[in-house]
């Protein structure tokens, strides 16, 4: 179950929070983590819903801020971060997990710009927009008392497959290799100003997006038998390394890319 080793105690926002995948393991985490502050998001209002349900399962007394919409908006994403940070009047951690795996498979020719421009309008359009917006919103507060140094800490969910390529991918492995460096530029350009921003790298997790059908579940097989630990990753085995980086057990790491694959990198 996912925990950290320090109390949470500001607000957290967690983008692609709903159903059972990593965002949804995040925003639970939070919550065992004595945050009684989450605002969460998602496209899909319904599994948003669930999610929130987990969350006063865990801690009756926290407090959700819910709205659903779509990350690659960028009216949306101003107005939710906007409305957070009115709600809570702080936004310590921010973790962007909204993601999607479309046009996975499918080589570069055989690419359409729809297919591109969605991929990239959500993996990385949707996480700069929502940096940007955690950024703004960060700015107006001052660190909270227990953590004199840290006015705030965003994690960016990026993939193994941001460090290295693999075949059939070439449109995610880019769009996400571009949240990366864009953790790194954000992190060089926001550091003076006590905001800390992150990303985690995750190999593969059994989550929606990799178990929805024996298709994709066979498609990534490969993948997983890379990796020297031969499993799907837990969400809640990231949402670990997720907490970690917001917490300021983490106070010194700043623009890092946390690899949480199994090996899969290393092999
Ligand atoms: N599962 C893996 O193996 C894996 C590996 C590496 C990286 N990731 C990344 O982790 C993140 C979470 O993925 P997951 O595995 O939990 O998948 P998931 O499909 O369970 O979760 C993604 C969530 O994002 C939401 N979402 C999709 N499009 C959106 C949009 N336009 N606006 C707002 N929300 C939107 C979905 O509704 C869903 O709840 C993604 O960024 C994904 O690329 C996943």
Redesign the pocket.
């Known amino acids: 179950m996912a925990s950290t080793m320090d109390q949470l105690t500001g607000v957290a926002a967690i ?11 995040v925003a639970q985490g939070f919550a065992r983590s004595g945050c009684t502050r989450i605002a969460i ?4 209002p319904d ?1 948003l819903n669930a999610t929130k349900n987990a969350i006063l399962k865990i801690n009756p007394d926290v407090e959700v801020f819910l709205k ?6 960028e009216g949306f994403v101003d107005s939710f971060f906007d409305s957070v940070f009115e709600n809570f009047s702080r936004l310590d951690y921010a973790v ?6 479309g046009g996975d498979m499918i080589k570069a020719v055989e690419m359409t710009m729809d297919q591109f421009d969605r991929l990239n ?3 990385y359009r ?1 996480s700069w927009l929502c940096c940007r917006a955690q950024l703004r919103n960060m700015l107006k507060q001052e660190p909270l008392p227990e953590s004199a140094v840290q006015r705030g800490s965003i994690v960016n ?5 941001g460090i290295v390529a693999r075949p059939g991918a070439a449109a ?1 492995c880019a769009s ?1 290799a571009a949240i990366i460096n864009m953790t790194r530029s954000n992190a060089i350009d926001y550091s003076d100003k006590g905001i800390r921003v992150n990303c985690v ?10 178990s ?1 059908t024996p298709e994709i579940v066979e498609a ?1 097989r490969p993948a997983i038998d890379i990796a020297p630990m031969k499993r ?2 837990k ?1 809640d085995e ?1 949402a670990n390394a997720v907490l970690f980086l917001c917490s300021s057990k983490s106070s010194f790491v700043q623009g890092h890319a946390l690899v949480v694959d199994g090996g899969y990198t290393i092999n």
């Not at 659903?68 to 908006?73: E, I, L, N, T, Y």
């Not at 969910?157 to 497959?161: D, E, H, P, V």
């Not at 995750?202 to 989550?207: A, K, L, Q, R, S």
Request: charged share 10%; glycine share 18%.
């Open positions: 983008t692609g929070a709903g159903g059972t995948g990593i965002g949804a393991a998001t998602d496209i899909n599994s659903h919409g779509d990350v690659a908006d962007n997990c909204a993601g999607i795996l309008n959500i993996n949707g969910i990026a993939s193994q497959l995610y996400k790298c995750p190999g593969v997790i059994e989550t929606p997006m990799t929805s990534l799907m990753g969400p990231v």
